[in-house]
């Protein structure tokens, strides 16, 4: 009996683990996920419902899906609380507490101005002035109400409308490892175009070797080793439009209402790729010092900018 015990024990160490990746688009980006299993088929089981719930939130919370859940919400009458689902109000309630911390640098009530920007990019013309005052007066996190006990969302202005880009791959990226931890896959990451999730370290191994892109896009220049946390980097690298010799970047100053036109980059480790997707865009909005200031009184994150150009 003793004997078996033991086996029982150490019969799981037996059977190595092999490194297996997988690849699908997804949210306009390119999912990578490198996992630790037994076997393929048990790696592709995992891999299958991990990408259903991505799918799962890309669908409720997409503002490219003309009928998502999210987008529906702000078709509805100003003022009125919402019913939403428990997914969306979940992802909703995330950005909104996301938003407060960073005291608004990150805002997911900026969609009427990055519609503008959207408009902008296909135009090669900004907005004119009265448009963008629109649009500003009709954002603002303050006024994005979520009552978790009725589980409803209220937009409190006329024309509000929710964009979680910002946000949305680090939410699901953090959803995807949940999968893979209930599927006892604990040697999991995810990569979600700038976004990165990361479970336990491979076996072995200290962690995952993390490369932080800086405003050269060709080369990482440096290198992390982690396990147990999250990491992104936004900046103006991959989108960006240029305007009468003007660059804006797609992340929206809410000060001005306009991509930002400075050159910006900025790289943030947190507990879960939700707070450092959205943290990792509202230090690009915020000076430097500041952006650096906020993140250490955020336990669990820290701050990286290899080179930083204002
Ligand atoms: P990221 O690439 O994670 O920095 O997110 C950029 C995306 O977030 C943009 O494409 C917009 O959809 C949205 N966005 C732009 N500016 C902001 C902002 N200041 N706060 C929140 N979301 C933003
Ligand atoms: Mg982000």
């Not at 979940?90 to 640098?105: C, K, N, P, V």
């Not at 480790?269 to 450092?276: F, K, N």
Request: aromatic share 6%; glycine share 6%.
């Amino acid at each position: 009996m003793r004997s078996l015990l033991t086996w029982l024990m150490f019969s799981h160490l037996l059977i190595a683990e092999e490194r297996y990746e997988f690849e699908r688009p997804l949210m306009g980006t390119l999912f990578r996920i490198q996992t630790h299993a037994t076997s393929r088929q048990v790696a592709q089981k995992a891999v299958d419902a991990a990408f259903a719930e991505a799918e799962a939130i890309n669908e409720v919370a997409s503002d490219y899906i003309a009928d998502s859940e999210l987008l529906d919400l702000s078709k509805k009458p100003a003022g009125q609380p919402v019913a939403v689902s428990p997914r969306l109000f979940s992802l909703i309630e995330q950005a909104r507490a996301m938003a407060q911390i960073t005291d608004g640098a990150f805002d997911p009530t900026l969609g009427p101005l990055t519609k503008l920007w959207r408009e902008s990019r296909r135009r090669q013309q900004l907005p004119s002035e009265d448009v963008l005052k629109l649009a500003r007066c009709a954002s603002g996190y303050q006024r994005l109400n979520c009552d978790r006990n009725n589980s409803t969302i209220t937009l409190q202005v006329s024309g509000m409308r929710l964009d979680l880009g910002g946000i949305a791959k680090g939410q699901a990226a953090d959803a995807m490892l949940a999968v893979f931890f209930r599927h006892n896959l604990q040697s999991t990451s995810i990569t979600a175009g700038g976004d990165v999730r990361l479970g336990a370290p491979p076996p072995g191994q200290k962690g995952w070797t993390v490369g932080v892109r800086t405003f050269d896009r060709h080369t990482d220049s440096e290198t992390l080793v982690l396990s147990h946390c999250a990491v992104s980097t936004s900046g103006d690298l991959q989108q960006a439009i240029e305007i009468n010799g003007t660059r804006y970047a797609h992340i929206i100053d809410p000060q001005t209402g306009l991509g930002l036109t400075r050159s910006v980059a900025a790289t943030v480790i947190a507990p879960t790729a939700a707070q450092s997707d959205a943290l990792a865009t509202a230090c690009c909005v915020l000076p430097q010092q500041k952006a650096r200031e906020l993140i250490k009184t955020i336990p669990g994150c820290s701050f990286h900018l290899p080179e930083m150009r204002e």
